[in-house]
């Protein structure tokens, strides 16, 4: 059942019912009386929102520098708060000169670098080949030092070219592994130097408005600094806070109706996206999240919303009485009562009758508890009556 808030205007229409007149010496007193009549109590309950965008970020520089261009809106001029920007878009570039030349030093140093690595792979290829040679000069003369054809002397000298040749081969390899490592860092070096560059202007990642632009011409920005504020909102997201005795009536990917206070005749339909796991400490209730299709731009983030949802449960029939009809019972701590007729010795008298109060519709109250349908009460407790004093009806 909705509950509604209404401590300020029963204030203002509720009396005190405490007075303590003496009720044998009061002449009657002539009232006017309604009967509590029967209404439906509704199930729908209405939870209040702000519109918020489905994605929003802060789009921020990662170096630092003078701004030298401002992206343009479709109608040409520099971008602005509350434009449009299509995916892609330079909404602004820093002074890329210095970053230019960082580039041109780091292609240099790669290209020396791989000047260098070349050198050393042809010197490779020669040491390979000598050692190749010295290997089969050394087979030979190991066969004919064998075979007592070939001295002592003549074969350690076939065999120190042989090692020689080797460590030749082992010391261009070594220096070829080292080069390439240089080459390497080179390249990093150049990619590294290529990104910052591209850094240098920056891009919206998704079509959406500008919600903040805190960067103009000439300006220097630092990295890190912020300088947009994008908002997808072809997707509008609404979040508002749940009770957890209402909580059940929730599940994800269940469709509810929304309104805005500022497109009163429109009616739009969000899908429940998100419900949080646990209630916030502060005002224990239970996050929401509502999305619902924006593509027309309709709904503008910042906008209050209302969320209209159906509570669990059947709708009971329950009686209402006029908000003037409800006094303030005396001795109770918020307590509420309406006065009842009553007949006694051939008259009619006022009781003082406890109700519990349900939601405000109109100039009418629901009454949960403590009154029946078609009992007659008094319309209007505004003349001080008292418990069990003697009253007629207004013809």
């Not at 997808?232 to 009770?243: E, L, Y």
């Not at 206070?261 to 796991?277: D, H, K």
């Amino acid at each position: 059942m909705m509950r509604i808030a209404y401590p300020v205007l029963l204030a203002s229409l509720i009396v005190s019912g405490c007075q303590k007149h003496k009720v044998a010496d009061k002449p009657v007193t002539a009232v006017r009386t309604v009967m509590a009549e029967i209404t439906t109590a509704s199930n729908e309950v209405r939870y209040s929102g702000i519109v918020e965008p489905d994605t929003q970020v802060d789009l921020t520089f990662r170096v630092s520098g003078y701004v030298e261009f401002i992206g343009q809106s479709r109608d040409g001029r520099e971008i602005q708060e509350g434009d449009f920007v299509a995916a892609g878009t330079v909404l602004a570039r820093l002074r890329s000169t210095e970053y230019q030349t960082k580039v041109r030093y780091a292609d240099a140093v790669r290209a020396d670098a791989a000047a260098s690595l070349s050198a050393l792979k042809a010197q490779l290829s020669e040491a390979e080949a000598a050692l190749d040679q010295a290997s089969r000069d050394f087979e030979r003369a190991t066969t004919l030092y064998t075979e007592k054809a070939m001295t002592k002397a003549d074969f350690d000298a076939v065999e120190a070219r042989r090692n020689s040749a080797e460590a030749r081969r082992n010391a261009a390899a070594a220096q070829i592994a080292a080069q390439e490592a240089r080459v390497e860092g080179s390249a990093a070096q150049h990619r590294e130097a290529s990104v910052t560059l591209g850094d240098t202007a920056l891009v919206a990642p998704f079509p959406g408005f500008v919600v903040s632009k805190r960067i103009a011409r000439g300006s220097l920005v630092g990295a890190g600094a912020p300088a947009f504020v994008i908002a997808d909102t072809r997707i509008a997201k609404v979040s508002f806070g749940v009770p957890d005795l209402a909580l059940r009536s929730f599940k994800l990917g269940d469709t509810l109706t929304v309104k805005a206070e500022a497109l009163p005749e429109r009616a739009f339909r969000g899908r429940v996206s998100s419900i949080a796991p646990a209630a916030d400490p502060t005002s224990r209730v239970f996050a929401v999240e509502l999305a619902i299709p924006n593509d027309m731009q309709a709904l503008k983030v910042g906008m209050v919303a209302t969320v209209v949802a159906i509570s669990a449960g059947d709708p009971s029939p329950l009686p209402s009485v006029p908000l003037a009809a409800i006094v303030k019972r005396p001795g109770t701590e918020g307590g509420h009562g309406v006065y009842a007729l009553e007949s006694r010795d051939g008259g009619e008298i006022v009781r003082l009758q406890p109700v519990a109060l349900g939601p405000v519709r109109g100039n009418s109250v629901t009454i949960t508890a403590g009154l029946h349908p078609g009992q007659r009460i008094v319309a209007a407790a505004g003349l001080q009556l008292a418990d069990g004093e003697r009253v007629k009806q207004m013809q």
